[in-house]
């Protein structure tokens, strides 16, 4: 891309779906070696506290919504949707297409283990902080650079 010029419509959409594609396989595949290796409910340490586990998260984040398995459902369509119209009249905004893509592969990967398991599987387990996976970092970073670039002036954005 030349310095300045937009990516096109065409091109801003298939980024986001690499992007989401990749962070979705990759959540997936780290699930699954989990899952795998370690008992459902067992962990094991790695590094300074941190620990690898095999558990469930029924709901949202911090396992809110625990019992709500339609309207989390329902909710994360919505906002994806949302997020997906948003996108679909700003594909020129400067770093969108990654805090998208980012946030679409997140869910992806998310909603693919509540249909598939009824929750989604979380693995890193940090000592003071609930776990999480592979998915929740991608939605985290993508919320993120969606702020920085809602945040900044068109255009002035790193790309």
Known sequence: MVAGVAPSRASAWVRVAALAGVVAALDQITKQIVTASINRGDSHQIIFGIDIANVRNKGV????????DVPVLLLTLAALAL???YFGSHTDRPQLWIAV???LGGAIGNLVDRVRLGAVVDFIDPPVWPA???ADVAIVAGVALLVIS?????GTAAR
Do not use: C, R, T
């Open 61 to 68: 984040a911090f396992g809110l919504l625990a019992d709500g």
């Open 83 to 85: 997020l997906l119209i």
């Open 101 to 103: 893509g980012l946030l």
């Open 132 to 134: 999480f996976n592979v």
């Open 150 to 154: 809602l945040g900044s002036p068109q």
